[in-house]
């Protein structure tokens, strides 16, 4: 961007422009507080408390929400001077590159049209509809632009606003994950996608959502068949859920892995296939 040129202003607390980039009414509370204090910047525990006063609830997780806002906003810890460990966070403008964002995330109307008429005008993750279900329906980033993803068609699905604010909940719980995210999603076999998600996450309760996310499989949906081949290959994953709100999580713990083998995993495994194959023969013939 030329110096000379005006800096993109900054949306208001109630505006239509923050409500689309920021879902979650909590972490909006907290641009608000920023927004306001934004000439005489405030220290942590001033804004936790304004933002309780605005949203009622005082157990928000704080450090989730500003990495959230971060994403598109430039908000720095400053320390006060001669003050050990006293930090204001000053709200100082767009990210640099958060305009080249925002214009990605524009999707043309007639490949909107397109991806509704595809999913049938119907949600992707639990299959309600407007007509019948009286939900509202949104276009959704399979792959989140985050993490690389495009408004490519391919990229794109139709989720109900609850499965998509569920999901985008997922992803802001994930932040710190988003490294090994990106590193799975650039490694060219389906199981290695998997599999070093799994290491770097390994002992951790991986949310489903987040394998199929990496798995970039045509069918979108259940991984089950991928963890049996990777058990195949020695590695332990348990199966496990986990409780959040009403909602169940289905969750992958890995517990053991093995070094991927020199053919590849997909070779290994087809190998290891055509073995049992025969042995089934042999055993019946
Ligand atoms: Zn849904």
């Known amino acids: ?19 689309d ?3 979650e009414a909590e972490t909006r509370a ?31 997780q704080m450090d989730r929400r500003l990495r959230s806002l971060r994403t598109h906003f430039n908000v720095p810890a400053e320390r006060i001077p001669d003050k050990r ?21 524009s999707i043309p109307g007639s490949v909107r049209a397109l991806i509704f008429q595809t999913y049938g005008n119907r949600c992707a993750a639990c299959g309600r509809t407007p007509k019948d279900d009286q939900v509202k ?43 090994a995210l990106r ?6 076999e389906v199981h290695m996608r998997i599999g070093e998600l799994l290491k770097n996450m390994a ?22 068949k991928r963890m049996r081949e990777l058990r195949s290959l020695g590695w332990i994953i348990k199966n496990s859920k986990r409780r959040k709100g009403r909602r169940v999580l289905s969750c992958y713990r890995l517990e053991h892995w093995e070094p991927w083998p020199p053919e590849g995993p997909q ?19």
């Open 85 to 105: 460990n006293h930090f204001v966070y000053p709200l100082l403008g767009w990210k640099p590159d958060a305009d080249k964002r925002t214009a990605r995330k």
């Open 267 to 285: 070779a290994a495994v087809a190998g290891l296939e055509r073995a049992r194959k025969r042995s089934k023969r042999f055993r019946e013939g």
């Open 30 to 60: 907290v641009y608000q507080v920023l927004y306001q204090s934004r000439n005489e910047p405030l220290e942590m525990t001033a804004i936790r408390e304004y933002v309780a006063e605005i949203t009622g609830k005082s157990n928000l």
């Open 183 to 188: 590193k799975s999603l650039s490694l060219p």
């Open 1 to 19: 961007m030329p110096q000379d040129q005006e800096p993109r202003p900054l949306p208001t607390p109630d505006s239509q422009e923050l409500q």
């Open 203 to 224: 002992g951790e309760e991986v949310p489903k959502e987040l394998i199929v996310l990496v798995a970039r499989e045509e069918n979108h949906g259940d991984p089950t």
């Open 137 to 179: 329906l949104v276009i959704d980033h399979m792959v989140p632009l985050d993490l690389g993803g495009t408004n490519d068609p391919d990229n794109l699905q139709v989720l109900c606003e609850e499965d998509n604010h569920n999901k985008q909940a997922l992803f802001a719980e994930h932040q710190d994950d988003v490294p």
């Open 21 to 23: 980039l920021v879902t």
